[in-house]
């Protein structure tokens, strides 16, 4: 059975109402306390004190020799004071003996109980359904009363007087209301905080708390297909809930879906391959569309990939999925059984009903396509694959190709023609360039030298790093030209510059004689050797100790100085550094940028630094990026910090 939803405004009027009938209940309780306490003690105390008030008015009367028909006037007339007062008073026997017996008198003291306790000294007060009230006080004798009541004695009951009244002429005290008041406030106070603390922790606090720890579930897992579920029965929430899925609804399509077509787009695509099911892959690129766009325009050529994106929905397998990549690019993917040779038929097939299919621009004008098709099987890399069959497909003017292992070799063959073109193009418009990243005293923080990073500026301004061109330079007899561009522009930034510069070279370039004494001749000539680092590329590996030891002592005949770059890799040998003699150690990024959470990191780390230090060479740890990485650096002794944390590389200098 579904659960009755509330709203927060139901949940207000609940508090409301709860509180306020407690609040009612409880005042209603102590007012009926004060109206008990005020009848049983103040009520007991304004009647005597109106009791004696009467006595006091009878007494001077009597001082004054009145007669009992006088009294009797007197008692007529306080009657008329108030109306629903109301007051008798009753003679002893022992006044009576003296100056006569009164028969209602007699009556009253040997029938009513009250009255008869109250001749004895008993005040008495009785009250009938706390709506009224009946108070006696007896009228004992004192030493002044004995002069004209000569049988009584001192102590003795002379009489009683009766006074009764409504509940509703009882005066309260200001006192206790204000009290009262002040109680009431702090109870009703106290009662709205608590159900107002205790429901919105239930219904707003912790329902908002437990959406919220969903949508963190949810951003944190970056699946943008899951959705916000809570069970708080609440409509509001359920709203916020509502919402919130159908924004992601439209994240998600925009995420997933090409705009223009409605189908799956590039990205989804790739998730679906990242499963690595044994799949079968098509990429369908229509020939020559920027033509079409350029002949018809924008408009007419989204129309057109709107109609080819439906053609092909009509025409796919229904056991796939089809997916837009990009402009004029659509992919099939089928992950379910059908074999290579359907798969071609279907190829075939597909590229057949393309060119005989006449697409409309507007509603006089149709056209007709041909596309390229590439394809490939598998459970890995089927996208690249793919593409790589499309590309040798167009340039063999095929319909269709199913990938294999020779279009792989061929487009890498491509690929490396291609860059060697841009290398050289590069070098001969001088667009090789040093950048240089700060490298900092791990104790004051303060940058105390530069590393010299080796770039190609490319044609439209961006960055590309070595790791893109150095292994095909070196197949290309490019690698020792870049080593003199870069040692070059380097001394020539530095000439003026009181900073520290480190400049990598490998074991090749110190085994080839033309940059061998292209450096020392730099060095001869720039008086920069104090200045100048030459950081040996670890990952090159050392054989040929003889000539990189005598390569070191002739640079630092010149006070340059010589860094082992990347050591914790390659060749990491603690006996290379005795025989070396280098000045410094650069701790390998692999063992950095996890050092903070990696213990082997940590241990290895600071096995190299004590070593260092022994042999009284200076440490560097690079690919710092983070406060976290460069504290436990600190924590290790290391000497020298480089990394985004400090800076990342740029053409300028501070």
């Known amino acids: 059975m579904k659960a009755q939803k509330t709203t927060y405004t139901k949940i207000t009027a609940k508090i409301i109402i709860i509180t306020l009938f ?75 003996s003296l100056y006569g017996d009164i028969e209602k008198d007699k009556i009253a003291r040997e029938s009513i109980l009250t009255i008869k306790k109250a001749m004895k000294g008993q005040e008495s007060l009785n009250i009938s359904n706390l709506d009224f009230i009946n108070y006696y006080y007896p009228v004992v004798a004192k030493d002044a009363c004995l002069n004209c009541h000569t049988n009584a004695k001192t102590g003795d009951t002379l009489g009683v007087i009766d006074i009764s009244y409504p509940v509703n002429e009882l005066k309260v005290s200001l006192n206790e209301m204000i009290n009262f008041f002040i109680l009431f406030i702090a109870v009703f106070s106290l009662v709205i905080f608590l159900a107002i603390f205790i429901e919105l922790d239930r219904y707003l606090i912790k329902p908002i708390k437990n959406f919220s720890n969903v949508i963190k579930n949810i951003t944190s897992s970056h699946d943008m297909t899951k959705r916000v579920e809570v069970n708080d029965n609440i409509e509001e929430i359920d709203a916020i809930k509502d919402v919130f899925n159908t924004m992601l609804d439209s994240i998600e399509h925009q995420f997933y879906f090409d705009n223009l077509t409605g189908l799956q787009n590039r990205r989804r695509l790739t998730e679906k391959l990242e499963l690595r099911l044994n ?25 057109l990939l709107k109609e080819f994106a439906t053609f092909l929905h009509k025409n796919i397998p229904s056991e796939g999925a089809l997916y837009r990549l990009h402009s004029d690019e659509f992919a099939y993917l089928c992950q379910k059984g059908i074999d290579l040779k359907e798969f071609l038929i279907f190829a075939s097939l597909i590229s057949e009903r393309i060119s005989q299919e006449s697409f409309k621009i507007d509603a006089k004008s149709e056209v007709n396509l041909s596309a390229t098709i590439g394809m490939a099987y598998g459970t890995e890399m089927l996208l690249v694959n793919a593409d790589t069959a499309l590309v040798v497909a167009k340039k063999n003017r095929k319909h269709y190709l199913l990938y294999n292992e020779s279009m792989a070799m061929a487009k890498e063959y491509e690929k490396n023609f291609s860059w060697t073109k841009r290398l050289k193009k590069a070098i001969d418009e001088n667009r090789i360039v040093p950048l240089f990243q700060p490298i900092v005293d791990a104790k004051t923080q303060k940058i105390v030298k530069y590393e010299s990073l080796m770039r190609i500026v490319d044609e439209d301004n961006t960055y590309i790093a070595p790791i893109h061109f150095l292994e095909l330079a070196k197949r290309n007899k490019l690698y020792h030209q870049l080593t003199k561009i870069m040692i070059d522009k380097t001394f020539e930034k530095f000439r003026d510059v009181s900073y520290l510069v480190s400049i990598n070279i490998s074991v090749e370039d110190i085994l080839n004689r033309d940059i061998y004494n292209f450096i020392l001749e730099k060095l001869r000539n720039s008086q920069m050797g104090g200045r100048v680092i030459f950081e040996i590329i670890e990952s090159e590996g050392i054989e040929n100790f003889h000539e990189v030891i005598e390569f070191i002592n002739e640079v630092k005949k010149y006070d340059a100085r010589v860094s082992i770059d990347d050591f914790g890799t390659g060749y990491s040998n603690f006996e290379y550094l005795m025989k070396l003699k280098v000045d410094y150690i650069k701790i390998d990024g692999s063992m950095i940028k996890n050092i903070d959470t990696n213990k082997n990191s940590q241990l290895i780390t600071q096995t190299i630094v004590d070593f260092a230090k022994k042999m009284n060479i200076q440490t560097v740890a690079e690919f710092v990026y983070s406060k976290n990485i460069f504290d436990k650096v600190v924590e290790l002794d290391v000497d020298f910090a480089q990394g985004y944390y400090f800076g990342e590389p740029s053409e300028n200098i501070e």
């Open 279 to 303: 799949s079968f892959l098509m990429i369908i690129n229509i020939d020559s569309f920027q033509e079409i766009n350029d002949l018809y325009g924008d408009e007419a050529g989204d129309k």
């Open 22 to 96: 407690f609040t009612l209940l409880s005042a209603y309780i102590y007012s009926e306390y004060m109206k008990k306490n005020a009848i049983s003690t103040l009520a007991h105390i304004d009647a005597k004190k109106t009791s004696m008030l009467v006595f006091e008015a009878l007494y001077s009367a009597m001082q004054r020799g009145w007669s009992k028909d006088d009294l009797n006037e007197i008692i007529d007339r306080l009657n008329t004071v108030d109306k629903n007062m109301k007051i008798n008073v009753y003679r002893s026997s022992i006044v009576a």
